[in-house]
C-alpha cells in the first residue's frame, strides 16, 4: 500500500511537470491558471512533508536525515525529484533480500569447507587475524594461502594482461564492469569475445545499465549476435518509478576459465589509457589473482548474473581454479560490498584495518567523503603518533564529490594526518595500506556511495608480494605529488570554502 502510494504520487507530480512546462503554450486561453499554480505549489509542499515524514521513520543517520530536510524545505519541487531519483531508501532491504540469501548459500555451500593452514594463520598477528574473522564472518569467504596475485599499474599493464587471458581463453570469459566505452580499447574486447564466442567459448558479459547508459546498442547487439550473452545490471527504463535507480554495479571483474581473474579499479574505456585530453594521464591500479580466491571472484559474478538472468551456474565446472605451485603466497580474501548485505561490510572492514594500525595508514582514493566513524578513526589515528596519510587528485573529474572531499581536509590536517595532491595526472587507484603488510585494492572508494549504494568487491591482502608493490607505487606516487600544507590551505579563496561547505552540505546523499 506504501509502495503504491509513492508511486501514485510520483505518476501525478510528472502530468502536473508536463502540465507546467506546456503552460507558456495554452495560458492564454485558460482562465484562472494563476490557482493551478498555487495549487501546484502547495501540492509539492504536502509531498515534501509526507517524504520528510518517510525519511524521519525510517531512522537513517541523522546527518543523511537532516541533509534531506533542508534540501525539501529549501527547494520543495528539486527536493521532491531528487529524492524520488536517489532518495529512496525504505525497500532496499526488501529489495535485495533473496540476492542476499541466495548469495551467502552460494559461499556456504562452495566456500566454507575450504581448508585453512593453521600455522599460516599463526603467523599473522592478532590484530590482522581478527580483520579476516570479521571479514569471513560478514562477507562469508574465507582467507587463502594458496593465491598468487600481481599488481597491475595503469592502464597499459592492466589491458595488455587481459587482452591475453582473454584470447587464451578455452572454456568460459566472465565479464562484469560499471562502465562500458565504445571506443578503442571497447573495440578491441569485443573483438576478442566475438572471437570467443564463435570459437565456442562461452562467453556472458554483464554492465551497469547506468554506468554504461552511454554504450551504443550496435556495440551490444554485435555482442550477442556472435554468441556473447550480454545482459545490463538493474536496467532503468522509467527512472522516477525505478526504486532500483540509485543501487548501481561498480564491480569490476573478469574470471577467465576459473583459473585467472582481474578486479581493480579500472573500467573499460580509453580514459584509462590515458588517451582522453581532458583527464591526461590517468593513474589507476588492478590486480591479477591466481589460484583459490578465483573461486570467490567467480561465485561474486555467478551470482549478479542469476539475479539478473535467473540462469544458476553454480557448478564444479565453472568452481574448481587450478592451484598454484605449493608455497605461501601470503593471505588473499575476496570480499563483495553492497545493499544486498545486512552490514555495510566494506566500510567496517576499512574501519578495521584503520583502527588495528600499529605504524601507518596510506590511504588513495579519488572521492574522499567518510562517515563520522571513518573521519573520527583516521584524526585518531594521526594524533596517537600514527603516520596517516590521504593521496588524492589535484583536479577533479566529478565536482561536486571533489569538493566535499576537500571540505575534511581542515580537521584531518589539523590532527596531523598527511595530505598529498596527486598532479601527474588524474587519480583512480582504490587502496589502503596498513603498516606495510595489509592492503585492500579494489572497487571501493572512501565515500559513501561505496559504503552504502553500490555494489562493490575488493582483494584484501596480507603480507603478500603485491602488498610490498603496492607500497612501493605508492612511495613513487608520492613523488609525483605535492603535500598541503594546513596554513596555506587555510588561505585558499573564499568562494572554494563556500563551494566546499556547500557539497559538505550534500556529502551525506553522495
Known amino acids: 500500500m506504501f509502495k503504491k502510494t509513492l508511486q501514485l504520487t510520483m505518476f501525478l507530480a510528472i502530468l502536473i511537470s508536463i502540465f507546467v512546462i506546456t503552460k507558456p503554450y495554452w495560458e492564454n486561453w485558460i482562465v484562472g491558471a494563476n490557482w493551478i499554480l498555487g495549487a501546484l505549489s502547495i501540492f509539492f509542499s504536502f509531498s515534501a512533508l509526507f517524504i520528510g515524514i518517510v525519511i524521519f521513520l525510517e531512522n537513517r543517520h541523522p546527518s543523511q536525515t537532516l541533509t534531506w530536510f533542508v534540501v525539501l524545505a529549501a527547494f520543495p519541487l528539486v527536493g521532491f525529484f531528487f529524492y524520488m531519483m536517489f532518495g529512496r531508501n525504505y525497500r532496499k532491504k526488501k529489495m535485495f533480500d533473496q540476492k542476499a540469501l541466495t548469495d551467502e548459500e552460494a559461499f556456504s555451500r562452495f566456500e566454507q569447507n575450504r581448508a585453512i593452514d593453521d600455522d599460516n594463520m599463526k603467523m599473522m598477528g592478532d590484530h590482522q587475524r581478527l580483520l579476516f574473522q570479521l571479514a569471513q564472518r560478514l562477507g562469508k569467504s574465507p582467507i587463502s594461502f594458496n593465491t598468487d596475485t600481481k599488481v597491475l599499474t595503469n ?3 592492466t589491458y595488455t594482461c587481459i587482452l591475453e587471458a582473454l584470447r587464451n581463453a578455452e572454456e568460459h570469459i566472465h565479464m562484469e564492469y560499471y562502465i562500458v566505452r565504445h571506443d578503442n580499447i571497447g573495440r578491441q574486447i569485443r573483438t576478442i569475445l566475438m572471437e570467443k564466442a564463435k570459437q565456442g567459448v562461452e562467453v556472458r558479459f554483464l554492465y551497469d545499465a547506468v554506468g554504461s547508459w552511454k554504450l551504443s546498442r550496435d556495440y551490444i547487439d ?11 545490471f ?3 527504463k522509467l527512472p522516477l518509478f525505478n526504486n532500483k535507480i540509485n543501487y548501481r554495479n561498480h564491480r569490476k571483474i573478469v574470471v577467465i576459465d576459473g583459473n585467472v581473474g582481474f578486479v581493480g579499479g579500472l573500467n ?6 590515458g588517451l582522453n585530453p581532458t583527464y591526461g594521464y590517468w593513474r589507476d591500479t588492478h590486480l591479477m589473482v591466481k589460484g583459490e580466491a578465483v573461486r570467490s571472484l567467480q561465485i561474486i559474478f555467478l551470482q549478479d548474473w542469476y539475479s539478473m538472468t535467473g540462469e ?3 557448478d564444479p565446472n565453472y568452481l574448481s581454479p587450478e592451484i598454484p605451485s605449493a608455497q605461501v603466497y601470503g593471505g588473499v580474501q575476496m570480499i563483495a560490498g553492497g545493499p544486498d548485505h545486512q552490514w555495510d561490510i566494506i566500510k567496517k572492514l576499512f574501519f578495521s584495518m584503520i583502527i588495528s594500525a600499529k605504524k601507518s595508514i596510506w590511504i588513495t582514493s579519488p572521492y574522499f567523503i567518510p562517515d563520522e566513524d571513518i573521519l ?3 584524526r585518531v589515528a594521526a594524533l596517537s603518533g600514527i603516520d596517516v596519510r590521504l593521496l588524492f587528485p589535484a583536479r577533479p573529474d566529478k565536482k561536486l564529490p571533489f569538493y566535499a572531499s576537500r571540505s575534511y581536509f581542515p580537521s584531518l590536517l589539523e590532527a596531523g594526518v598527511k595530505i598529498y595532491e596527486y598532479r601527474k595526472g588524474f587519480l583512480h587507484s582504490k587502496i589502503i595500506i596498513v603498516d606495510n603488510e595489509l592492503a585492500s585494492i579494489g572497487t571501493a572508494n ?3 556511495r561505496s559504503f552504502h549504494l553500490n555494489f562493490e568487491v575488493n582483494a584484501f591482502l596480507y603480507r603478500t608480494k603485491s602488498t610490498l ?4 607505487d605508492y612511495i613513487q606516487d608520492l613523488e609525483d605529488s605535492t603535500p598541503l600544507v594546513l596554513e596555506s590551505f587555510h588561505k585558499r579563496g573564499f568562494y572554494y570554502k563556500i563551494l566546499e561547505s556547500t557539497s559538505r552540505l550534500l556529502s551525506p546523499l553522495l
Request: aromatic share 2%.
Open 155 to 157: 592502464g597499459k599493464e
Open 222 to 232: 554485435q555482442l550477442r549476435n556472435a554468441g556473447v550473452q550480454a545482459v545490463p
Open 234 to 236: 538493474l536496467p532503468v
Open 268 to 273: 573499460i574505456g580509453d580514459e584509462y589509457l
Open 312 to 314: 544458476t551456474l553454480l
Open 376 to 378: 573520527n578513526a583516521l
Open 446 to 448: 572512501m565515500d559513501m
Open 469 to 472: 608493490r603496492l607500497v612501493d
